[in-house]
């Protein structure tokens, strides 16, 4: 998460989506302030699960919702892959590990 803060462009923003229990260190003077950078913390989105949980499963019943493709996990060392699979379509949301001790859900 620090990495995401310090390679933010001025205004820039970065949402952090797979936290871990490790402390991380922000200057907030130095990173946010005097760069306009900004931190937005996600859980489930902007979704409410008990309406569009179902409506999910609803469209990819429907065959309107392609499950499969909507997150895969690339190491770091794949940026480049998971870039081109977001262009194509192949993936909806790459999601790169940049720590490879990190396990999902732990």
Known sequence: ?????????QGGTTATIAVTA?????DTWNDLCTSDRKIV???MGDSIPQIDVPRLIKFYQM?????DKTEKFYP???????NADS????TIKPVLIID???????
Do not use: K, T, W
């Open 76 to 82: 770091f060392d794949q940026i480049n892959q998971a």
């Open 22 to 26: 490790h402390h991380i260190d922000v």
């Open 63 to 67: 065959g309107m919702f392609d499950f």
């Open 87 to 90: 262009r194509s379509g192949d």
């Open 100 to 106: 490879p001790d990190y396990q999902p859900g732990a």
């Open 41 to 43: 913390g996600v859980n």
């Open 1 to 9: 998460m620090e990495s995401s803060i310090q390679a933010l462009a």
